[in-house]
């Protein structure tokens, strides 16, 4: 499975970080999730939520 848009897969970005696989897989779906609500919404303001 490949994410993030330029064809990295979740090892390779959990390398990149540095963080496990493990940790880096759900952060991962979460964003996606995250931006997935946004774009149905029409509310993408471009600033991170950080809560």
């Given at each position: 499975m490949?994410?993030?848009g330029r064809d990295l897969s979740h090892a390779e970005?959990?390398?990149r970080m540095p963080v496990p696989p493990g940790s880096a897989?759900?952060?991962i779906r979460r964003g996606l999730?995250?931006?997935r609500?946004?774009?149905e919404q029409g509310k993408c303001t471009g600033t991170p939520d950080r809560a």
């Open positions: 490949h994410a993030s970005i959990a390398e897989k759900p952060w999730r995250k931006l609500h946004c774009l």
